[in-house]
DNA sequence: TTATTATATAAGCATACGATTATATAATTA
DNA sequence: TAATTATATAATCGTATGCTTATATAATAA
């Protein structure tokens, strides 16, 4: 069952809770990478791989604007991880928990 | 954010085919577990382990019936997790994409 | 050009995971 | 009671995962 397979790949994904908010945030807006190191407490490189997952498995597309990579959703062909996202908390909740709801992309 | 950390442990174990099949077959009934032997290519205690992490996340109960032990869902209140599975092929569709339309009961 | 900033890649490491075989427990049947 | 059947647990093992530090690449700014 090749589409289980498939399936499982991506949430795969999802089942990790670093991921997880990154997905989450990117429900309201694109984000660069920078601003995904200062919320989380991971290195950069870290969050880069990470986000080289998602792209991999096509869960999220980038945008190059110059020296930064903003990273958005790109689930409309994914109903079931679109589904899932829609029951995670939104950025102005995650940020309010992580105690992070001053960033404004700090990345200078 | 608790919230993301737990729905993490849990999108975790929907990201293996083998549990995600298992899953996706207790949309229809409860399964016990010589049946999940019979259709996946997997040990019993692979199928056993695998069961039991469901359960520890109490994503399935199960119902000791004599000898058997049965599983099925317990997502009622696990919105996101119910949503991934809806969107999962039927029983129908796996077993018959695993050659395994034939099996019924076949522990004896 | 040189320095700075942003991001990506590589290498290394500790831990988690999925599977197996062996064995234990429990219920059923002879 | 002994044998069979169903399930669970334990021990083991190779691989995958997530993280880090070090380094490379690319774009911007001085």
């Known amino acids: 069952m090749e589409r289980l397979h498939d399936a499982a790949e991506k949430l795969k994904l ?3 809770k670093t991921r997880l908010t990154m997905l989450s945030l990117m429900k309201e807006r694109e ?3 920078c601003e995904f190191v200062d919320i ?3 290195s950069q490189p870290g969050v880069s791989q990470h986000l080289r997952k998602l792209k991999a498995q096509g ?3 980038e945008n190059k604007q110059g020296q930064w ?3 958005s959703l790109n689930v409309e062909d ?3 991880i679109k589904a899932v996202l829609e029951h ?3 950025s102005k909740a995650i940020l309010s928990a992580l105690n992070k709801e001053g960033i404004k992309s700090i990345c200078k």
């Open 14 to 16: 999802l089942g990790d």
């Open 31 to 33: 984000w660069c990478v």
């Open 40 to 42: 989380l407490d991971i």
């Open 59 to 61: 869960i999220v597309k």
């Open 69 to 71: 990579v903003y990273y």
């Open 78 to 80: 994914k109903p079931y």
């Open 88 to 90: 995670m908390p939104d």
